[in-house]
């Protein structure tokens, strides 16, 4: 459907988010100066709960982070991996309910731009959280106004931890999709170098999955002079580094889309002495459902294997994050509002993304819709790096995507009453 196909109050939405657009880049700039990283976002978290108390949406902290989590994360390297500062908040009352996600972590990224609201810090929003954290703030506002319309409720997700791969996840864990209970959901991203203003969607898979191996191998050290009297972890680490990749090309069909790197190997420090131990670290990425469940049954058999026939022993450490899945029936019934927002001609759907986003683990438990939002042309630097600039002017189609979504989706499944 296109605006003169819409309802009169849709179309006022639409307009309500563009009447917003100043307040969206004035958010998001703010946002921007204050970039965290991780599962613990405490400035984050305080600007959009004093915006949700200013609108008077209640909220609550949501997120939980286990110490199995907490041990998995320390043992890849990453630290201080001990609470989820998540937010949840709904506007409406009752069911249906349509869950709208936000993400708003940044990344280590030292901002390498030329803009007024630089961030100072060494991390940066080099991916576009604080945008999408702005545009659903804006629709919150709006949706507010129009509580008492709502034939339902729409849920109001903030999260942490997105480029950890697992925030979402805390989230979950720690209640999200229930009271009331979530019935389907939405989220955007961004996209800086795709042109401004086009929205895409992938029906069926539309992220990668990723798993990270961490692989600590025990030997034991000596000098260099007598290795019959050690066990040389080095050595016991390219075995492993090279069975693995074997194992890509003679257990994987060709023709699945799955890849698989080792990002970091090290031990040691000096050529006359081998170390106590070593470690790797492999990165896997797929679209292949089946494919990813037999190379995550088999690696660790690997690992372990080489690791026993040259007498040494290894801990590993993984982390998974799987596709994210756009449910085709929802994308079909919700493209006439995503229409409406960007204009016949600038919604399409495209291949999935190789890069993995952890809206996953909601996709996973509820039928939801990943859609992306060109902000930038193809010239443009891409995310995750240091020059990326966002085109702020499509900021309230956003805000605007969220709300006549939302509106839509409860407007056809409103319980009968």
């Given at each position: 459907?296109?605006?003169?196909?819409?309802?009169?109050?849709?179309?006022?939405?639409?307009?309500?988010?563009?009447?917003?657009?100043?307040?969206?880049?004035?958010?998001?700039?703010?946002?921007?100066?204050?970039?965290?990283?991780?599962?613990?976002?405490?400035?984050?978290?305080?600007?959009?709960?004093?915006?949700?108390?200013?609108?008077?949406?209640?909220?609550r902290p949501c997120g939980v982070v286990s110490p199995q989590t907490t041990e998995s994360y320390e043992r890849l390297g990453y630290h201080d991996i001990?609470?989820?500062?998540?937010?949840?908040?709904?506007?409406?009352?009752?069911?249906?309910?349509?869950?709208?996600?936000?993400?708003?972590?940044?990344?280590?990224?030292?901002?390498?731009?030329?803009?007024?609201?630089?961030?100072?810090?060494?991390?940066?929003h080099m991916c576009g959280h604080d945008a999408?954290?702005?545009?659903?703030?804006?629709a919150a506002r709006i949706l507010k106004r129009h509580e008492d319309e709502l034939p339902g409720t729409?849920?109001?997700?903030?999260?942490?931890?997105?480029?950890?791969?697992?925030?979402?996840?805390?989230?979950?864990?720690?209640?999200?999709?229930?009271?009331?209970?979530?019935?389907?959901?939405?989220?955007?991203?961004?996209?800086?170098n795709a042109p401004a203003g086009r929205v895409t969607y992938t029906p069926g898979v539309a992220s990668a999955s990723l798993d990270t191996f961490g692989v600590r191998i025990q030997g034991r050290g000596g000098h260099t002079s007598a290795p019959q009297q050690c066990v040389d972890p080095l050595m016991v680490a390219n075995q492993i580094y090279q069975a693995a990749n074997l194992f890509m090309t003679r257990e994987i069909d060709p023709s699945a889309s799955i890849t698989l790197s080792c990002g970091t190997m090290h031990g040691g420090t000096v050529p006359n002495v081998l170390p106590d131990t070593a470690e790797l670290q492999f990165g896997?990425?797929?679209?292949?459902?089946?494919?990813?469940?037999?190379?995550?049954?088999?690696?660790?058999?690997?690992?372990?294997?080489?690791?026993?026939?040259?007498?040494?022993?290894?801990?590993?450490?993984?982390?998974?994050?799987?596709?994210?899945?756009?449910?085709?029936?929802?994308?079909?019934?919700?493209?006439?509002?995503?229409?409406?927002?960007?204009g016949e001609g600038c919604v399409s759907s495209d291949v999935p993304m190789p890069v993995t986003e952890d809206f996953a683990y909601v996709s996973e438990a509820v039928p939801s819709l990943f859609v992306q939002l060109g902000a930038g042309s193809p010239d443009a630097a891409p995310h995750h790096n240091p020059h990326m600039v966002l085109d702020e002017s499509v900021f309230?189609?956003?805000?605007?995507?969220?709300?006549?979504?939302a509106l839509t989706w409860l407007d056809a499944h409103a319980e009968a009453r």
């Open positions: 459907m296109d605006r003169r196909e819409m309802p009169v109050a849709c179309s006022q939405l639409i307009d309500e988010a563009r009447a917003l657009q100043d307040e969206i880049v004035a958010d998001r700039r703010a946002l921007h100066q204050i970039p965290e990283v991780g599962m613990s976002l405490p400035e984050t978290r305080a600007f959009v709960t004093a915006r949700l108390d200013e609108l008077g949406i209640a909220w001990t609470e989820s500062t998540g937010v949840v908040a709904a506007v409406g009352h009752g069911g249906p309910c349509i869950l709208l996600r936000a993400d708003m972590d940044a990344l280590p990224i030292v901002e390498d731009n030329d803009l007024p609201f630089c961030s100072t810090r060494p991390c940066s999408h954290a702005a545009m659903l703030l804006a729409v849920k109001l997700m903030f999260q942490p931890g997105e480029e950890l791969g697992y925030g979402s996840k805390t989230m979950i864990d720690d209640g999200l999709l229930e009271d009331p209970h979530v019935d389907v959901a939405f989220a955007l991203h961004v996209i800086a896997m990425r797929s679209f292949d459902v089946d494919a990813r469940a037999h190379a995550l049954a088999r690696l660790p058999q690997i690992f372990e294997s080489y690791a026993g026939a040259w007498r040494a022993t290894c801990e590993i450490a993984t982390f998974s994050c799987p596709c994210t899945r756009t449910d085709p029936d929802l994308a079909a019934e919700l493209a006439g509002a995503l229409r409406a927002v960007a309230w189609m956003g805000a605007a995507m969220h709300v006549v979504c």
